[in-house]
């Protein structure tokens, strides 16, 4: 499995980005895709997941993007986008996507592959 994350940029706060995750390879109907980032310093974390669609297609989102963060899989199931609303300066990162093989939902056991980055700076 391939992924490749597109749409970064440069953005004001309060501003908006839709980011973009292609998935290539077999069985893409079986693996959960998920959204982390990683800013200057500081360890990866979580910002938002979307179960296998055999596994119910359901979101999950960290606290910190509640309410401004929303994904979504294309009805061909080859892409996850991530839009983000009413950015923040603390939003500032590189994102990735990966992907998680199963159905069991959103990180269950860990992502088994991961595509290159794409930065995000949101400053005014």
């Known amino acids: 499995v391939q992924l490749q994350a597109s749409g970064g940029g440069l953005v004001q706060p309060g501003g908006s980005l839709r980011l973009s995750c292609a998935v290539s390879g077999p069985n893409p109907d079986y693996y959960a895709v998920g959204w982390f980032r990683q800013a200057p310093g500081k360890e990866r974390e979580r910002v938002s997941c979307?179960?296998?669609?055999?596994?119910?297609?359901?979101?999950y989102y960290v606290d910190s993007v509640k309410g401004r963060f929303a994904i979504s899989r294309d009805n061909a199931k080859t892409t996850v986008d991530l839009q983000m609303n009413n950015l923040k300066p603390e939003d500032t990162a590189v994102y990735y996507c990966?992907?998680?093989?199963?159905?069991?939902?959103?990180?269950?056991?860990?992502?088994?592959?991961w595509g290159k980055g794409t930065q995000v700076t949101v400053s005014s």
């Open positions: 990966a992907a998680e093989y199963g159905l069991g939902g959103c990180w269950t056991y860990g992502m088994d592959y």
């Open positions: 979307v179960s296998a669609s055999l596994g119910g297609n359901t979101a």
